[in-house]
T-cell receptor
Framework: ETGVTQTPRHLVMGMTNKKSLKCEQH?????MYWYKQSAKKPLELMFVYNFKEQTENNSVPSRFSPECPNSSHLFLHLHTLQPEDSALYLC????????????????FGNGTRLTVT | SQQGEEDPQALSIQEGENATMNCSYKTSINNLQWYRQNSGRGLVHLIL?????REKHSGRLRVTLDTSKKSSSLLITASRAADTASYFC???????????FGAGTTVTVRA
């Protein structure tokens, strides 16, 4: 068990659908992240939340909308996605945000495999 | 932006052999981290080495860091089938302290 739980594990959605990805961390961490992982490409950082405040949006299209109601929960709301958005979406948490001098490792969930048809 | 680049992209070895993979990066770093990802799972943090360290061990893992060459290596000794996974290096830049991942090395350990 990683301490970071993501649901659902798999999601298939049409381009006109609206769906949400959920992430919950049980580690008492202060920072949470959304990453996109596509085949043969480096992980792409999407959003960073620190103490439930968004501190980074890595030029992500507005069809992806994050929400962080508290330090333990993170959502990614999806609407009018494109087939190229199909990927593994990973949530992660850390004790401190990644721009902290004394960097702390990330703890990842097992991801949501998203397929956009 | 991508900072670390792993080499090779893929590696296939026999159980019991050692596996070595390398990571090169471009800018000065605060620290470098290695992660493992099993198929269909998230990444798991393996080891963190700071810029003033040259070598670090954790169980069967040995990580070296050469800041003059801007490179790091991960050695897995006496590999097991369970070591089959993708391995990623991630660097924390001294410029902005942001974490950047490479594209990974896929390791297959044959029984």
């Amino acid at each position: 068990e990683t301490g970071v739980t993501q649901t659902p594990r798999h999601l298939v959605m049409g381009m006109t659908n609206k769906k949400s990805l959920k992430c919950e961390q049980h580690l008492g961490h202060n920072a949470m992240y959304w990453y996109k992982q596509s085949a043969k490409k480096p992980l792409e950082l999407m959003f960073v939340y620190n103490f439930k405040e968004q501190t980074e949006n890595n030029s992500v299209p507005s069809r992806f909308s994050p929400e962080c109601p508290n330090s333990s929960h993170l959502f990614l709301h999806l609407h009018t996605l494109q087939p190229e958005d199909s990927a593994l979406y990973l949530c992660a948490s850390s004790q401190r945000p990644d721009y902290s001098f004394m960097n702390s490792p990330l703890h990842f969930g097992n991801g949501t495999r998203l397929t956009v048809t | 932006s991508q900072q670390g680049e792993e080499d090779p992209q893929a590696l296939s070895i026999q159980e019991g052999e050692n596996a070595t993979m390398n990571c090169s990066y471009k800018t000065s770093i605060n620290n470098l981290q290695w992660y493992r990802q099993n198929s269909g799972r998230g990444l798991v943090h393996l080891i963190l080495i700071r810029s003033n360290e040259r070598e670090k061990h954790s169980g069967r893992l040995r990580v070296t860091l050469d800041t003059s060459k801007k490179s790091s290596s991960l050695l897995i000794t006496a590999s097991r089938a369970a070591d089959t996974a993708s391995y990623f290096c991630a660097t924390v830049s001294l410029n902005d302290y942001k974490l950047s991942f490479g594209a990974g090395t896929t390791v297959t350990v044959r029984a």
